[in-house]
Protein backbone atom coordinates (compact mmCIF):
# COMPACT_ATOMS: atom_id res chain seq x y z
CA UNK A 1 0.00 0.00 0.00
CA UNK A 2 1.62 3.42 -0.75
CA UNK A 3 -0.07 6.69 0.37
CA UNK A 4 0.00 9.67 -1.66
CA UNK A 5 0.20 13.58 -1.03
CA UNK A 6 -0.27 16.22 -3.90
CA UNK A 7 1.14 19.48 -3.44
CA UNK A 8 1.69 22.79 -6.01
CA UNK A 9 -1.79 23.80 -6.85
CA UNK A 10 -2.96 27.43 -6.47
CA UNK A 11 -4.44 30.09 -8.70
CA UNK A 12 -3.08 31.10 -11.65
CA UNK A 13 -4.03 33.84 -14.38
CA UNK A 14 -4.57 32.28 -17.88
CA UNK A 15 -1.33 31.67 -19.91
CA UNK A 16 -0.02 31.03 -16.64
CA UNK A 17 1.97 27.60 -15.30
CA UNK A 18 2.31 24.83 -12.40
CA UNK A 19 3.65 22.46 -11.59
CA UNK A 20 1.80 19.61 -9.30
CA UNK A 21 4.19 16.73 -7.13
CA UNK A 22 2.86 13.86 -5.60
CA UNK A 23 4.67 12.45 -2.96
CA UNK A 24 4.64 8.98 -2.52
CA UNK A 25 4.98 6.83 1.14
CA UNK A 26 7.18 4.44 -0.76
CA UNK A 27 8.63 3.10 -3.31
CA UNK A 28 6.66 4.11 -6.66
CA UNK A 29 9.05 1.68 -8.61
CA UNK A 30 6.52 -0.88 -9.70
CA UNK A 31 3.47 1.68 -10.25
CA UNK A 32 1.96 3.15 -13.19
CA UNK A 33 1.31 6.35 -11.67
CA UNK A 34 -1.35 9.41 -13.27
CA UNK A 35 -2.85 12.48 -12.34
CA UNK A 36 -6.59 13.02 -12.95
CA UNK A 37 -8.52 15.80 -12.17
CA UNK A 38 -12.33 16.85 -11.00
CA UNK A 39 -14.21 20.04 -12.40
CA UNK A 40 -17.09 21.53 -10.73
CA UNK A 41 -20.23 19.86 -11.48
CA UNK A 42 -18.08 17.13 -13.85
CA UNK A 43 -17.06 13.45 -13.45
CA UNK A 44 -13.04 12.69 -12.60
CA UNK A 45 -11.49 12.43 -15.62
CA UNK A 46 -7.46 11.34 -16.88
CA UNK A 47 -5.11 13.75 -17.36
CA UNK A 48 -2.04 12.04 -17.34
CA UNK A 49 -0.37 8.99 -17.19
CA UNK A 50 3.57 7.38 -17.32
CA UNK A 51 4.05 3.61 -16.96
CA UNK A 52 6.96 1.75 -15.20
CA UNK A 53 8.16 2.03 -18.81
CA UNK A 54 7.59 5.46 -19.03
CA UNK A 55 5.63 5.26 -21.80
CA UNK A 56 2.96 8.55 -21.35
CA UNK A 57 -0.80 9.13 -21.95
CA UNK A 58 -2.48 12.53 -22.13
CA UNK A 59 -5.67 13.68 -22.22
CA UNK A 60 -6.20 15.57 -25.92
CA UNK A 61 -7.34 18.75 -24.19
CA UNK A 62 -3.85 19.14 -22.29
CA UNK A 63 -1.50 17.44 -24.76
CA UNK A 64 1.27 20.02 -25.95
CA UNK A 65 0.87 21.69 -22.91
CA UNK A 66 0.78 19.17 -20.12
CA UNK A 67 3.91 17.44 -18.99
CA UNK A 68 3.72 14.20 -16.54
CA UNK A 69 7.76 12.81 -15.44
CA UNK A 70 8.59 10.42 -12.20
CA UNK A 71 11.41 9.94 -10.01
CA UNK A 72 11.36 6.99 -9.07
CA UNK A 73 14.78 7.55 -6.70
CA UNK A 74 12.77 10.08 -4.59
CA UNK A 75 8.86 8.55 -5.15
CA UNK A 76 7.48 11.22 -6.85
CA UNK A 77 5.39 12.27 -10.02
CA UNK A 78 5.00 15.77 -11.75
CA UNK A 79 2.48 17.28 -13.76
CA UNK A 80 3.69 20.38 -15.34
CA UNK A 81 1.07 22.52 -16.57
CA UNK A 82 1.67 25.37 -19.06
CA UNK A 83 -0.45 27.73 -21.02
CA UNK A 84 -3.41 27.21 -18.50
CA UNK A 85 -6.70 27.89 -19.37
CA UNK A 86 -9.78 28.63 -17.53
CA UNK A 87 -11.68 25.08 -18.07
CA UNK A 88 -8.21 23.55 -16.93
CA UNK A 89 -9.40 24.48 -13.31
CA UNK A 90 -10.11 21.41 -11.27
CA UNK A 91 -9.39 19.36 -8.24
CA UNK A 92 -6.50 17.31 -9.50
CA UNK A 93 -5.57 13.94 -7.92
CA UNK A 94 -2.32 11.49 -8.36
CA UNK A 95 -3.07 8.04 -9.00
CA UNK A 96 -0.83 4.76 -8.08
CA UNK A 97 -2.11 1.89 -10.01
CA UNK A 98 -0.39 -1.63 -9.64
CA UNK A 99 -2.41 -4.94 -11.24
CA UNK A 100 -5.61 -4.81 -9.37
CA UNK A 101 -5.17 -2.16 -6.94
CA UNK A 102 -5.02 1.92 -6.91
CA UNK A 103 -4.35 4.09 -4.74
CA UNK A 104 -5.43 7.78 -4.27
CA UNK A 105 -4.20 11.26 -3.04
CA UNK A 106 -6.24 13.75 -1.37
CA UNK A 107 -6.20 16.37 -4.18
CA UNK A 108 -5.22 19.91 -4.73
CA UNK A 109 -6.98 22.31 -6.04
CA UNK A 110 -6.42 24.53 -9.10
CA UNK A 111 -7.62 27.36 -10.14
CA UNK A 112 -7.40 29.50 -13.41
CA UNK A 113 -8.91 33.07 -14.00
CA UNK A 114 -9.23 34.22 -17.27
Known amino acids: QVQLVESGGGLVQAGGSLRLSCAAS???????MGWYRRAPGKERELVATITTALTTIYADSVKGRFTISRDNARNTVNLQMNSLRPDDTAVYYC?????????WGQGTQVTVSS
Open 95 to 103: KASIRYNEY
Open 26 to 32: GSIFLYT
